[in-house]
């Protein structure tokens, strides 16, 4: 089981980013993938989790209006945009999956984590 998120970068405020997370696991089609992030000095946070076969994603509360979530099923990769960026969504990003259907806020649930990518806004 191999993810990779990628795409993050240093961002005014009011911007928009895409990242990436590329998944190379088997038995795709029964796998859960979620994105959580981590500002610096504070805990891992869920922001949401989707069914690679599809349905609609599960978004923390305090997560949905900004943050979409969409998937190229072609290069197994899923992507999380963000809009309007703000300096408080600083934080690395991380994409995390697990087999079965899971829509899990717990990072504890997700046995599988890719490296992170940093995301900074600037005021």
């Known amino acids: 089981v191999q993810l990779q998120a990628s795409g993050g970068g240093l961002v005014q405020a009011g911007g928009s980013l895409r990242l990436s997370c590329t998944v190379s696991?088997?038995?795709?089609?029964?796998?859960?993938l979620a994105w959580f992030r981590q500002a610096p000095g504070k805990g891992r946070e869920f922001i949401v989790a989707?069914?690679?076969?599809?349905?609609?994603?599960y978004f923390a509360e305090s997560m949905k209006g900004r943050f979409t979530v969409s998937r190229d099923n072609a290069k197994n990769t899923v992507f999380l945009e963000i809009v309007s960026l703000k300096p408080e969504d600083t934080a690395i990003y991380y994409c995390?999956?697990?087999?079965?259907?899971?829509?899990?806020?717990?990072?504890?649930?997700?046995?599988?984590w890719g490296q992170g990518t940093q995301v900074t806004v600037s005021s």
């Open positions: 995390a999956g697990r087999q079965g259907a899971h829509y899990y806020s717990d990072q504890s649930k997700w046995p599988d």
């Open positions: 696991v088997r038995g795709l089609g029964s796998y859960s």
């Open positions: 989707s069914l690679w076969r599809g349905g609609s994603p």
